[in-house]
């Protein structure tokens, strides 16, 4: 098996010459500034679309046929608990104090009373979910958008939050999970 930190450097590598690579699908200066590596976006979104249609969709439509709702609303709330995490850390980047206290109140509660997560009594007891990521984070230090970019099987994005999702998953709780095959598994059911 390949350990997951292999796997997110031939990533980040594929990404960076990617990158490197869009500077030849640059727009002569004609087309939208949002989005100088149309020509990179645009064979992207087809692989996605491909992909999407005869391997995600399929899969999507098999899990939900074999999956009952209540299993499957008590695997969300289960992803979303250990999201929490994230937005903890999120939200103290921010300078949001009063959303962190929320986001830890969120995290004991349905980790203790919600059985680790499986029921959602937090948001029953009125403390609302707000979903924070990396890429929030750095808008609030001023960081811009950044050109439009349609990334390899997450869909479309900008450069900044692109950034923030590999932040976001480098750093993400499923990722101390042993063996590493529970670790594909948690974001295969993560992602469906």
Request: glycine share 14%; net charge negative; proline share 5%.
């Given at each position: 098996?390949?350990?997951?930190?292999?796997?997110?450097?031939?990533?980040?590598?594929?990404?960076?010459?990617?990158?490197?690579?869009?500077?030849?699908?640059?727009?002569?200066?004609?087309?939208?500034?949002?989005?100088?590596?149309?020509?990179?976006?645009?064979?992207?979104?087809?692989?996605?679309?491909?992909?999407?249609?005869?391997?995600?969709?399929p899969v999507a439509r098999g899990y939900r046929k074999v999956t009952p709702t209540f299993v499957d609303q008590s695997l969300a709330n289960v992803f979303n608990n250990i999201g929490e995490?994230?937005?903890?850390?999120?939200?103290?980047?921010?300078?949001?104090?009063?959303?962190?206290?929320v986001s830890i109140g969120r995290f004991v509660i349905n980790t203790t009373v919600g059985v680790l997560g499986i029921f959602d009594v937090a948001s029953y007891i009125g403390l609302k979910?707000?979903?924070?990521?990396?890429?929030?984070?750095?808008?609030?230090?001023?960081?811009?958008?950044?050109?439009?970019?349609?990334?390899?099987?997450?869909?479309?994005?900008?450069?900044?939050?692109?950034?923030?999702?590999?932040?976001?998953?480098?750093?993400?709780?499923?990722?101390?999970?042993?063996?590493?095959?529970?670790?594909?598994?948690?974001?295969?059911?993560?992602?469906?």
């Open positions: 098996m390949i350990p997951m930190e292999r796997i997110a450097c031939a990533l980040v590598l594929m990404l960076m010459s990617a990158f490197h690579g869009v500077a030849a699908f640059a727009d002569d200066g004609g087309g939208d500034p949002r989005d100088p590596w149309e020509g990179f976006n645009r064979a992207v979104f087809a692989f996605n679309d491909t992909a999407d249609q005869y391997v995600l969709q995490i994230k937005n903890i850390g999120n939200d103290a980047l921010q300078g949001k104090g009063g959303d962190v206290l979910r707000d979903s924070e990521d990396f890429g929030q984070t750095l808008a609030v230090w001023g960081v811009g958008n950044g050109p439009y970019i349609m990334l390899p099987l997450l869909g479309p994005s900008t450069l900044r939050d692109g950034v923030g999702r590999g932040v976001d998953s480098y750093t993400a709780v499923t990722r101390g999970i042993d063996p590493e095959s529970a670790q594909y598994g948690m974001t295969l059911l993560d992602l469906l």
